[in-house]
Each structure stands twice: as C-alpha cells, then as structure tokens.
C-alpha cells in the first residue's frame, strides 16, 4: 500500500522524522492547501480530525476537492464523532460544545454528514463505529 500526505510545508518538514519516517518508502510527501485542491489520481481520501473544524460551506469546498479528484471506484474515508440521535450520552456531544470554541466547527449527525456529502458529490454509503470515539464516514461518488 502507498499514500500520499498532503499537508501544509511545515508539518511535512515535522512528519519527515517523525512517525512517518519508517514507511517514507510508501508515503509521498506533496505540500498544498486543501482549501484550493487536493493531490488528483487517489483511490481513496482518508481524513480524520478535518471535518469537524470546519462550517459547512468550507466543507463542501474541500469535499468537492476530493471528489474531483478520486478515481473510478474510490472511496472518501472521513474520522470523525457521529453525534448520536437523542438524549443518550455521546462523547460526540462533549466534542461539539468543545467545538464551539472555534469558527463554525461542529460535531455532525449522520444525517449532517449525508447532506455534506451529497452537497459535494459523494453518497454516504455507511457510518462505522469504532473503539474510539470517533466513527468512519465512508462514501462513494454520486
């Protein structure tokens, strides 16, 4: 398996030495800015921690990004919490009144998430629970 790290320069230079470097002959390091593109020709768009920082609209930007991108068959992988219906207690809920803290970010529902994902031209095909807090939003191009 091979990957891409697309980042900003200075985490690139800290990922070099860091837990990257003993699969460096597997991973590309490519700097650029998510909000303008991403890196074309990927099976798969893995995120974890990005969605959830930011309002929708920015959202759909980075998400339509991906989705230009992928190729026939990909996937988007997004990590994050899936706020759950209801009253019942959700580590997911402590992390969206912790995302108040910044500029639009939020906790999202399933339900939020489908709409992001049909708004930037994906189809949320399942939401996978894990040991973590945080789920895996899997979609396929619309």
């Not at 891409?4 to 390091?29: F, H, I, N, Q």
């Not at 921690?49 to 992988?77: A, E, Y």
Request: hydrophobic share 40%.
């Amino acid at each position: 398996m091979k990957g891409t790290l697309y980042e900003v320069p200075p985490v690139l230079e800290g990922a070099k030495s860091g837990p990257l470097e003993p699969c460096m002959d597997r991973c590309t390091l490519v700097a650029g800015d998510m909000f303008k593109s991403v890196p074309a020709g990927a099976d798969a768009y893995i995120m974890k921690h990005i969605i959830h920082d930011w309002p929708d609209d920015v959202c759909i930007n980075i998400l339509s990004h991906c989705r230009k991108g992928v190729n026939p068959g990909g996937k988007l992988l997004v990590a994050d919490s899936v706020i759950l219906p209801g009253n019942d207690f959700s580590i997911g809920k402590i992390m969206d009144i912790q995302m108040m803290l910044f500029p639009g970010g939020r906790e999202r529902t399933e339900d939020q998430f489908r709409a992001l994902f049909a708004a930037s031209g994906w189809k949320l095909t399942r939401v996978i629970p894990t040991a973590a807090p945080d789920s895996i939003v899997e979609g396929v191009p619309a």
